[in-house]
């Protein structure tokens, strides 16, 4: 069964750190592009953050100098690293894959809360 299963949510301090993580299984995802997407309650879901296969990553400019995404093609995972959160932050946060321009395959997300 191909999936992405995220994990490392959970309750932290405004100006703390989090690291999520995504293991994505079934087959490689190694030629996939990979993001990471949050919805508030009552908002739409937005992009955070995306890193292509060469390596290649991009960020919304509310999370730019202090989100930064990475991935282990070898373990088949994407990473989070998320500093210096604002309450904003909060939100549940899902993992996805992309091939051919398009996302294709999407976690069931961890929800993140930042206590102010």
């Known amino acids: 069964q191909v999936q992405l299963v995220e994990s490392g949510g959970g309750l932290v301090q405004a100006g703390g750190s989090l690291r999520l993580s995504c293991v994505a299984s079934?087959?490689?995802?190694?030629?996939?592009?990979m993001g990471w997407f949050r919805q508030a309650p009552g908002k739409e879901r937005e992009f955070v953050a995306s890193?292509?296969?060469?390596?290649?990553?991009y960020y919304a400019d509310s999370v730019k100098g202090r989100f930064t995404i990475s991935r282990d093609n070898a373990k088949n995972t994407v990473y989070l690293q998320m500093n210096n959160v604002k309450a904003e932050d909060t939100a549940v946060y899902s993992c996805?894959?992309?091939?051919?321009?398009?996302?294709?395959?999407w976690g069931q997300g961890t929800q993140v809360t930042v206590s102010s």
């Open positions: 890193i292509f296969a060469r390596g290649s990553t």
């Open positions: 996805a894959a992309g091939l051919g321009g398009s996302w294709h395959l």
């Open positions: 079934g087959r490689t995802f190694r030629s996939d592009f």
